[in-house]
């Protein structure tokens, strides 16, 4: 059995190839903040942050504590932090996006709308992403339900989709470039 320090190394480590893939695939900031209604504030680009998700969907675990700790320590305390334009209610956006480079919630860090994830099937072939599976794979990651062969799985279909979206793009470039 993982302690939750190793539970939360583990999540930390999916984080990243996320963040990778998130990196290559920026259907939000291409195909959907520039289309938010005149009512919003375009400049807050607050795309689907309307609410305190850091935090709405937590597990009453010491594992999501520790999370929320480490958050905190390196991020700050949400009160603490101003939030200039009001866009979300959500502490650590801002209107250059989201602070959170690292430790994000299992629902920052999963969430697709629909939209998206046809998006991501029709241009990139990647069929693997269902928003509620990768939130309760972080989740069990966390809990330290998912572990061993599961995790390295989990991992390696991660990586698989990184792989995709950027050869995707990159065959792109190279016949705009020819
Ligand atoms: S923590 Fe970041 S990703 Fe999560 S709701 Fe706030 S701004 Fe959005």
């Not at 920026?26 to 680009?45: F, G, V």
């Not at 520790?66 to 905190?72: N, S």
């Not at 801002?94 to 480079?101: A, V």
Request: hydrophobic fraction near 30%; proline fraction near 4%; aromatic fraction near 12%.
């Amino acid at each position: 059995m993982n302690t939750f320090r190793e539970n939360l190394r583990a999540y930390l480590e999916i984080e990243k190839i996320l963040n990778e893939f998130f990196n290559e695939f920026n259907y939000c900031i291409i195909n959907c903040i520039p289309k938010e209604p005149e009512t919003t504030l375009r400049s807050a680009r607050r795309g689907c942050c309307n609410d305190k998700y850091y935090k709405l969907h937590d597990l009453k675990h010491p594992a999501f504590e520790l999370l929320r700790q480490e958050r905190e320590k390196i991020y700050g305390k949400p009160p603490d932090l101003e939030n200039p334009q009001g866009a979300s209610s959500c502490e650590y956006h801002t209107p250059e996006g989201c602070r959170l480079k690292s430790h994000k919630s299992p629902t920052c860090l999963s969430f697709l709308c629909k939209e998206s994830i046809d998006f991501l099937r029709e241009r990139y072939q990647v069929f693997g992403y269902d928003y509620l599976g990768i939130y309760y794979a972080l989740e069990w990651i966390l809990t330290g339900d998912m572990l061993g062969k599961a995790l390295e799985e989990f991992k390696a279909g991660c990586l698989n989709m990184v792989e995709k979206v950027r050869e995707r793009e990159l065959s792109d470039k190279l016949i705009t470039s020819q």
